[in-house]
C-alpha cells in the first residue's frame, strides 16, 4: 500500500506541474516567419494566431498569390515552433518518465 500511496502522490504532482505548463503555452508567444521576415505570424504555444505581419510593399493586388503563400508559410514555421515549445515544456515536466508508445502529452 505504500507503494500506491507514493504513486498517487507522483500523479498528483504531474497533474499540478502539467497545469502549470497549460498556463506557460496559453502565455507563450512564438513568431514565425517567410520571405525573409517580409510576412511575420504570431502565435501563442496553444496554436492561437494573435497578430499577422506583413511589409506594406507585399500589398501590391497583382501579387495576390505570393503574398498567400508567405503568409502560410510564416503560418507554418509558427507551427513548427510552437510544436518545439510543447515538447521541451513536456521533456521538463516528465524528464526521464517514459510514456507507453502511443500516449501523447499534453493531452
Given at each position: 500500500?505504500?507503494?500506491?500511496g507514493?504513486?498517487?502522490?507522483q500523479?498528483?504532482?504531474v497533474?499540478t506541474?502539467?497545469?502549470?505548463?497549460?498556463?506557460r503555452?496559453?502565455?507563450a508567444?512564438?513568431t514565425g516567419?517567410?520571405?525573409g521576415?517580409?510576412?511575420?505570424?504570431?502565435m501563442?504555444?496553444?496554436?492561437?494566431v494573435?497578430r499577422?505581419?506583413?511589409d506594406?510593399?507585399l500589398?501590391?493586388?497583382?501579387?495576390?498569390e505570393v503574398?498567400?503563400?508567405?503568409?502560410?508559410a510564416?503560418?507554418?514555421?509558427?507551427?513548427?515552433?510552437v510544436?518545439?515549445?510543447?515538447?521541451e515544456?513536456?521533456?521538463k515536466?516528465?524528464?526521464?518518465?517514459?510514456?507507453?508508445p502511443?500516449?501523447?502529452?499534453?493531452?
Open positions: 500500500m505504500k507503494n500506491l507514493q504513486m498517487m502522490k500523479a498528483q504532482e497533474q506541474k502539467m497545469q502549470e505548463m497549460q498556463d503555452l496559453a502565455e508567444e512564438l516567419a517567410s520571405g521576415g517580409m510576412v511575420s505570424i504570431t501563442t504555444g496553444k496554436g492561437e494573435r499577422v505581419d506583413i506594406p510593399s500589398v501590391v493586388p497583382d501579387d495576390k503574398l498567400e503563400d508567405l503568409i502560410a510564416a503560418v507554418n514555421d509558427a507551427k513548427q515552433k510544436d518545439a515549445f510543447t515538447q515544456e513536456t521533456q515536466i516528465m524528464g526521464g518518465l517514459q510514456l507507453p502511443g500516449v501523447k502529452l499534453p493531452f
